[in-house]
């Protein structure tokens, strides 16, 4: 199996930048957890925002993270559990054809992606894996990387 460390995708010149086009269901966190996502252990504090997105997948995203990545959809307020929309914010992505490793960020949850999978760069140090069959649902390409 591939492991990757050090990555950075700004450097490849295979990854290209999309956004999310997707509405998901939030729940935030009133204790500390973890929760099984088709990628592996997402470890979360109480206040994180604990996510179950349009393919029936779920993860969680740190507090701190979360209101930059989403935003409320109404009657929805801000902070509240309900329906939230992703942001339209450019990430880099990179198609993996073989089996392969890697942390959501530096010493945390360590993710498998499958071959055909996508590798997810949200900004330095900061990972996540789409399964291709959700990643072609919910990602849509903006531009060449390179």
Same mark, same amino acid.
């Given at each position: 199996?591939?492991?990757?460390?050090?990555?950075?995708?700004?450097?490849?010149?295979? &990854?290209?930048?999309?956004?999310?086009?997707?509405?998901?269901?939030?729940?935030? &966190?009133?204790?500390?957890?973890?929760?099984?996502?088709?990628?592996?252990?997402?470890?979360?504090?109480? =206040?994180?925002?604990?996510?179950?997105?349009?393919?029936?997948?779920?993860?969680?995203?740190?507090?701190?993270?979360?209101?930059?990545?989403?935003?409320?959809?109404?009657?929805?307020?801000? =902070?509240?559990?309900?329906?939230?929309?992703?942001?339209?914010?450019?990430?880099?992505?990179?198609?993996?054809?073989?089996?392969?490793?890697?942390?959501?960020?530096?010493?945390?949850? $360590?993710?498998?992606?499958?071959? =055909?999978?996508?590798?997810?760069?949200? =900004?330095?140090?900061?990972?996540?894996?789409?399964?291709?069959?959700?990643?072609?649902? $919910?990602?849509?390409?903006?531009?060449?990387?390179?």
């Amino acid at each position: 199996m591939l492991e990757l460390r050090n990555i950075d995708l700004t450097t490849d010149p295979f &990854a290209e930048s999309y956004v999310k086009t997707e509405i998901v269901t939030v729940a935030f &966190a009133r204790q500390e957890g973890e929760l099984l996502s088709l990628e592996g252990p997402n470890r979360y504090l109480p =206040g994180d925002a604990l996510i179950s997105g349009s393919t029936d997948s779920r993860w969680s995203v740190s507090r701190h993270r979360f209101d930059a990545k989403y935003e409320a959809m109404p009657p929805t307020m801000a =902070g509240e559990d309900g329906g939230y929309r992703a942001r339209p914010i450019s990430i880099l992505a990179k198609q993996i054809a073989e089996a392969f490793i890697t942390a959501r960020s530096a010493g945390g949850d $360590v993710l498998r992606g499958s071959p =055909g999978d996508w590798l997810l760069q949200y =900004g330095p140090w900061d990972f996540g894996i789409a399964e291709h069959h959700r990643f072609a649902q $919910v990602y849509k390409k903006i531009s060449s990387h390179n």
